[in-house]
Antibody, heavy 121, light 110 residues
Framework: QITLKESGPTLVKSTQTLTLTCTFS??????????VGWIRQPPGKALECLGIIYWDDDKRYSPSLKNRLTITTDTSKNQVVLTMTNMDPVDTATYYC?????????????WGQGTLVTVSS | QSVLTQPPSVSAAPGQKVTISCSGSSSNIGNNYVAWYQQLPGTAPQLLIH???KRPSGIPDRFSGSKSGTSATLAITGLQTGDEADYYCGSWDSGLSVGVFGGGTKLTVL
């Protein structure tokens, strides 16, 4: 059974750096084709893909956030870390990490429960 | 504004069929697989359809997906009150090199 869980601060201040950790089990990020994605959802709004890290450590970031995002992995700990700099109140959202099995596209399955991050001005 | 376009809402009666459209471009839907997600209130999205028309194990065959050109459609038959949720389409965008989603469609089962 694959599970993922996001952890990190629930409240950050404007201009601060957000660090979220995705701790997963039931799969290895060293397996060919596997990836972990980060997706966020502002309250009452749509999903937005922030980025994805692949089994070979290749990474892709949303162009609109690329300068602020870093995704890293600690394979030994089964963790993926998202770092977002210069936080702003518009970044208030529920942040999800999700497993992407080998293949193509955005077939994220399953997702973590999500963590709500509020940015205060 | 989302890269993929979905209707904000759809509705139908229990037992009926409903379809949800998702429109994109050649850089996403036109040349990449489409996935569909169901998000029940207060929960994380769940994968319903992947690779345009494939169902993960455990997803009822009442849910089906199709793709034509730069558009995709999710169909739900035999509607149940438990199907009330937000539905999102997603695809890889080769130009942006990132996944993209639609704005979501709220399904109401009258």
């Amino acid at each position: 059974q694959i599970t993922l869980k996001e952890s990190g601060p629930t409240l950050v201040k404007s201009t601060q750096t957000l660090t979220l950790t995705c701790t997963f089990s039931g799969f290895s990020l060293s397996t060919t084709g596997v990836a972990v994605g980060w997706i966020r959802q502002p309250p009452g709004k749509a999903l937005e893909c922030l980025g994805i890290i692949y089994w070979d450590d290749d990474k892709r970031y949303s162009p609109s956030l690329k300068n602020r995002l870093t995704i890293t992995t600690d394979t030994s700990k089964n963790q993926v870390v998202l770092t977002m700099t210069n936080m702003d109140p518009v970044d208030t959202a529920t942040y999800y990490c999700a497993h992407r099995p080998p293949g193509q596209g955005v077939k994220f399955d399953p997702w973590g429960q999500g963590t709500l991050v509020t940015v205060s001005s | 504004q989302s890269v993929l376009t979905q209707p904000p809402s759809v509705s139908a009666a229990p037992g009926q069929k409903v379809t949800i459209s998702c429109s994109g471009s050649s850089s996403n839907i036109g040349n990449n697989y489409v996935a569909w997600y169901q998000q029940l209130p207060g929960t994380a999205p769940q994968l319903l359809i992947h690779d345009n028309n494939k169902r993960p194990s455990g997803i009822p065959d009442r849910f089906s997906g199709s793709k034509s050109g730069t558009s995709a459609t999710l169909a739900i038959t035999g509607l149940q009150t438990g199907d009330e949720a937000d539905y999102y389409c997603g695809s890889w965008d080769s130009g942006l090199s990132v996944g993209v989603f639609g704005g979501g469609t709220k399904l109401t089962v009258l």
